[in-house]
């Protein structure tokens, strides 16, 4: 006789300790590799760089970024999540440090690299660590937690960054924020993380049991996919249109997040601390708008149509706030946030889509694909931005131009999906829920 298990009756442990570990380690991961936008006015007076070369040394992480994608969710699979990530973390913090010390530009862009590569893997092999503990049923709100690491770690930054600017430079502010992961996050991984719940002495027989239970439901739902390989996933037009979503969608949101505390101070006028303090007022609203747009996109099912939309308000609202400028600074930073909102909003729809278009088995490599590619963007952004700025005199309205058209597109392209990625009209969000069922012992 079957008997349904719901999951909230077996305990949560796999909440409560590893998705709040997960989100520390990363939101200083995020801290190391944007805390270069608060640090750009002081590079360019000390290495006498313009802002083509501020825009390619934030730009050229995500070049590192490539290396250890796929890797990354290789070796967290067939090998431990937990030692890879632990490693990585230790790696990637003596490079943060060390970006305090650079002499030169060439300098800057060997660790700014280097930092790439050391954090490329992170993203795939907590994404693995999570499909380890969370079955399908519950790995979408999994996914949703953890991703909001990302407005999270812009909050912590913005403020922290400046005050740190405030009595001192930018060499301190790397050096400071780079010592975090030795003293914050490398700790709490190590001793909080299991790569299984079979190895975690903290979990509950009943919730223990449950994870495998479902985990082996679900390698049996998608046991006819069993024989799909990474050719597969190269092969798949699917794919490369949510990468070519994935590309234009980091373009604008990382042309935006780094030149941010510029544009801030340029609407403001403001000190270091008065920038750090405004930057973060985007990212509070980001946060709200992340979680209220995956909600809809759930009640609705329209996942495509809710990235469209959310790309939209960004991509207007960034024009309206560069054009308002400095003539009224509260409209710009009411706007400014409504443009961020907007740029982080997708992540749940869109995440949701890629998960529903492609099979089961071949969803890990595609999302590492998706994310190793798309993540270019990142490097895209913040140098053509510089790029445009120095042809324009210091402007950043051709800038957010070129980003928004970037948005935009990335929402028209996502329309293209809706066949695979949205839910079938008529069926609702509860009928389209996978419950785990496991025989009676």
């Known amino acids: 006789m079957a008997n349904v298990v719901h999951a909230r009756t077996v305990g949560s442990m796999r909440w409560k300790r590893l998705i709040p570990v997960a989100i520390i380690v990363y939101i200083i991961s995020f801290m190391d590799r944007t805390n270069i936008g608060f640090a750009l006015t002081g590079l360019q007076k000390d290495l006498g760089i313009n802002a083509a070369q501020q825009g390619l040394a934030a730009g050229i992480f995500f070049i590192g970024y490539l290396v250890l994608q796929i890797p990354g969710?290789?070796?967290?699979?067939?090998?431990?999540?937990?030692k890879f990530v632990g490693m990585m973390v230790l790696i990637w913090g003596a490079l943060a440090i060390l970006s305090g010390f650079i002499q030169n530009f060439s300098e800057l862009l060997i660790v700014r690299f280097l930092l790439g590569?050391?954090?490329?893997g992170i993203w795939p092999a907590i994404l693995v660590l999570i499909s380890h503990w969370f079955p399908a049923a519950e790995r979408a709100r999994a996914y949703a937690f953890w991703m909001m690491n990302i407005a999270i770690a812009s909050i912590i930054t913005a403020p922290l960054s400046g005050w740190i600017l405030s009595f001192s430079d930018w060499r301190m502010l790397f050096i400071v924020e780079g010592i975090f992961p030795f003293v914050i996050a490398a700790p709490l991984w190590w001793f909080l993380v299991a790569?299984?719940?079979?190895?975690?002495?903290w979990v509950t027989p009943g919730e223990r049991?449950?994870?495998?239970?479902a985990l082996e439901q679900d390698r049996i739902a998608a046991g006819h996919h069993e024989n799909l390989t990474i050719r597969h996933v190269v092969r798949n037009g699917v794919v490369w249109r949510l990468t070519i979503v994935y590309f234009l969608i980091q373009i604008g949101f990382y042309g935006l997040n780094i030149w941010l505390?510029?544009?801030?101070?340029?609407?403001t006028g403001g000190g270091n601390v008065e920038v750090g303090l405004v930057t973060a007022i985007p990212y509070v609203l980001a946060m709200f708008a992340l979680w209220y747009n995956a909600k809809a996109a759930d009640r609705t099912g329209r996942y495509s149509t809710h990235v469209l939309l959310s790309m939209a308000v960004g991509a207007v609202a960034l024009v309206i706030s560069v054009a308002t400028g400095s003539d009224v600074p509260l409209l710009a930073i009411v706007f400014i946030s409504i443009a961020m909102a907007g740029a982080l909003a997708y992540d749940g729809p869109f995440w949701a889509a890629a998960s529903r278009a492609m099979p089961v088995a071949v969803a890990g490599t595609a999302m590492g694909l998706i994310n190793a590619i798309g993540n270019l963007g990142g490097f895209v952004g913040p140098y053509v931005g510089g790029f445009l700025q120095d042809i324009t005199g210091g402007s950043f309205f051709a800038t957010?131009?070129?980003?928004a058209c970037c948005l935009l597109a990335a929402g028209l392209v996502m329309l293209t999906l809706r066949r695979g990625g949205d839910r079938p009209v008529g069926v609702t969000a509860?009928?389209?829920?996978t419950e785990v069922v496991r025989e009676a012992h």
């Open 209 to 213: 049991d449950y994870i495998e239970s």
């Open 261 to 267: 505390p510029k544009v801030v101070k340029t609407i």
């Open 73 to 82: 969710g290789y070796l967290a699979e067939r090998w431990s999540a937990k």
């Open 400 to 403: 957010s131009i070129f980003l």
């Open 195 to 201: 790569d299984h719940p079979r190895e975690a002495s």
């Open 117 to 120: 590569v050391a954090e490329a």
């Open 430 to 433: 509860a009928e389209d829920t």
